[in-house]
């Protein structure tokens, strides 16, 4: 079965600074991964996904993911962090065998502090 | 392009009292979901829809919970009777097929509090 963690709860880093949200997950074969960015009160925001090809994914407002397939890790990156980026992020993957049934598992989330 | 559209944001009801929420997709998005995120989870799949079809329904409590997209576009997830424990926020998304692949897009969705 596949499945998605977000290690820690919190993130907190000094704005300029870079930053990384990590992700692991566990999928029998080559999988989808996806990030997401969730403010208050707002519905889940697409930043990034890996299908194939590079490893290096870059998404929007700077962000960027490295999928290394050794370590079954998707680790969100920014070099510069802004205050603006304090939200809620989630990892998601699906598993693309089961085209036709596969559903996108959510991590729990991380919660990302950025401090002036 | 507009968004997904979800109403109401906010609802307040008491325990065993129904209640439904309304989903807009993104115009030619055929494929519809409803997720359940409680609070400091991530969202997980009630159920999803390929155009009328609902072909993963397999989260949904159905003693409970119906969910109909009658034409293919809306859709209504209602709760009947609502209990404590469904305190929780709704949250609708839409993508353009159901490949793996494509991105699923959010609406901002309802919070639902029961008392």
């Known amino acids: 079965a596949q499945s998605v963690a977000q290690p820690e709860d919190q993130v907190n880093v000094a704005e300029g600074n870079p930053l990384t949200v990590k992700c692991t997950y566990s999928?029998?074969?080559?999988?989808?991964l996806f990030w997401y960015v969730q403010y208050p009160n707002r519905g889940l925001q697409f930043l990034l996904k890996?299908?194939?090809?590079?490893?290096l994914v870059k998404g929007s407002y700077g962000f960027e993911a490295e999928f290394n397939k050794s370590q079954t890790s998707f680790h969100l990156k920014k070099p510069s962090a802004l205050v603006s980026d304090s939200a809620l992020y989630f990892c998601?993957?699906?598993?693309?065998?089961?085209?036709?049934?596969?559903?996108?598992?959510f991590g729990s989330g991380t919660r990302l502090s950025i401090r002036p | 392009e507009a968004g997904v559209v979800q109403s109401p944001r906010y609802k307040i009801i008491e325990k065993k009292q129904p209640v439904a929420f309304w989903c807009n997709p993104i115009?030619?998005?055929?494929?519809l979901y409803w997720y359940l995120q409680n609070l400091g989870q991530g969202p997980e799949l009630l159920i999803r829809?390929?155009?009328?079809?609902?072909?993963?329904d397999s989260q949904l409590p159905k003693d409970r919970f119906s969910a109909e997209r009658l034409k293919g576009v809306d859709s209504t997830l209602k709760i009947q009777p609502a209990e404590l424990g469904d305190s929780a926020v709704y949250l609708c998304?839409?993508?353009?097929?159901?490949?793996?692949?494509?991105?699923?897009?959010f609406g901002p969705g309802t919070r639902l509090t029961v008392l």
């Open positions: 998304a839409s993508s353009s097929d159901r490949r793996s692949t494509d991105t699923q897009y």
């Open positions: 999928v029998s074969g080559n999988p989808y």
């Open positions: 890996y299908i194939t090809g590079d490893n």
């Open positions: 998601a993957v699906r598993d693309p065998r089961y085209s036709s049934a596969s559903k996108i598992i």
């Open positions: 115009s030619g998005h055929n494929t």
């Open positions: 829809y390929e155009n009328e079809e609902a072909v993963d």
